[in-house]
């Protein structure tokens, strides 16, 4: 099977084709070249927010899906449940800062929005879903 990498935002997409439009930034199929990476450099990355796996020797600065933070981001392991395992998150509005927890934060660790300013993981899937 070969690998689709997408020029505008990196999304690899697997098949015998590349898609007819990106799943994550929406640009046609004509955006895609076909993609080998170099195996030993490349890694998959996950984010923990929205469960987007990026691959690349680093994860992204912002993720391309839901745009958190590249501190969302934790290195893949095939087979395991760390998207499940991760528990509720919150991600700020202002920031995209993520933060783990039952409940939202009284205030955002990285710019100080209050709690109003955080959506869950939860409600953000959601939304995404209703799109």
């Given at each position: ?29 004509e ?37 958190a ?12 449940t ?50």
């Amino acid at each position: 099977m070969k690998k689709w990498k997408c020029d505008i935002c990196g999304y690899i997409a697997h098949g015998d084709a590349a898609p007819e439009v990106c799943v994550v930034c929406g640009v046609g199929g004509e955006h895609f070249s076909e993609y080998e990476g170099n195996s030993e450099n490349e890694k998959q990355w996950l984010c923990l927010f929205c469960g987007f796996i990026y691959e690349a020797p680093e994860a992204p600065k912002f993720c391309p899906e839901c745009q958190a933070v590249r501190e969302a981001f934790v290195e893949y392991e095939r087979g395991k449940t760390q998207f499940k395992d991760a528990g509720e998150q919150w991600k700020c509005k202002t920031c995209q800062a993520v933060v783990a927890g039952e409940k939202a934060p009284e205030q955002c660790p990285r710019c100080e929005s209050t709690s109003e300013a955080f959506i869950s993981r939860s409600e953000w899937l959601k939304e995404r879903a209703a799109r």
